[in-house]
């Protein structure tokens, strides 16, 4: 079993790099030698309250949700999840991107407002990314994307040569939540780069239009890494295993959010 901490970490800059774009750089001293599980490593980030700093509490290691609503209301931290974007041993930091969506949630209201000197915790998780054999298909949602910027940056790091093997499908809903450069970085890298612009609703159903119109169970991707929204995540999954003929045990699927319903 994983060991999961609990580390007390703080915000050394908020930059806004698109309108609803964030990147948060945190800082802590544990960092200078953080094992990375892998490029799509998830984590929670626990926000204190308005005018409250951070303060540790006991955690039973992975059952971090139970330990948080254990605590007393007045100073029960939000927990959120996120993807570390990337990580700077030796500047013992690590860059999040998280797109916002206005300040009515808990995760989205701390981030506008946050000021470099602010604390927060950050609950170490892990990856689920896994390297191909051969072909890989790579599909994000705009909550996503930042950890597929991060895989992608791993196969350039150690593995060059199968990026020409790799298909990456960004269905986004505008440029206001995507950082500058994917298309112009990736394109002539990957064996194909689609972006797919519509709203949430649509995601699914322009999904299975274009992986229907592109592969084949005989031309089909030997794994898949999909992830954001349940909806999307699931419908993906669905057509590598049971269209495409897929192994499950090649498809990784992870829910990063679920349209219409809170996820702590």
């Known amino acids: 079993m994983t060991h999961h901490r609990l580390l007390p970490v703080t915000l050394t800059g908020n930059t806004r790099l698109k309108p609803r774009l964030h990147r948060l ?18 984590f929670g980030l626990l926000m204190p309250q308005d005018e409250q700093d951070f303060s540790p509490f006991p955690v039973d290691d992975v059952n971090v ?3 948080v609503t254990r605590l007393p209301d007045d100073i029960r931290p939000a927990l959120r999840w996120y993807t570390i974007r990337k990580l700077n041993q030796e500047a013992c930091t690590i860059d999040v991107d998280v797109v916002t969506h206005g300040d009515n949630g808990p995760g989205s209201r701390w981030i506008l407002n946050a000021q470099p000197g602010d604390t927060a915790g950050i609950y170490t998780g892990q990856a689920l990314w896994q390297a191909p054999r051969k072909s890989q298909l790579l599909l994000a949602d ?9 895989i992608l940056e791993h196969y350039e790091a150690f593995s060059p040569e199968t990026l020409g093997a790799v298909d990456v499908v960004a269905m986004i809903t505008d440029d206001a939540e995507v950082e500058d450069g994917l298309e112009e970085t990736w394109r002539g890298k990957v064996r194909s780069l689609t972006m797919v612009l519509a709203p949430h609703d649509e995601h699914c159903t322009r999904a299975r239009q274009l992986l229907g119109s592109r592969f084949t169970a005989d031309t089909a991707p030997d794994s898949v890494w999909v992830s954001g929204e349940g909806d999307l995540a699931k419908a993906v999954r669905s057509i590598a295993v049971h269209d495409w003929g897929v192994p499950r045990e090649d498809v990784i699927w992870s829910v990063y959010w679920m349209k219409g319903k809170p996820r702590p």
């Open 65 to 67: 949700r139970a330990a």
């Open 142 to 150: 705009a909550s996503a994307l930042p950890a597929l910027w991060h």
């Open 25 to 42: 750089t945190f800082h802590s001293p544990a960092f200078s030698d953080y094992p990375l599980a892998g490029p799509d490593e998830y």
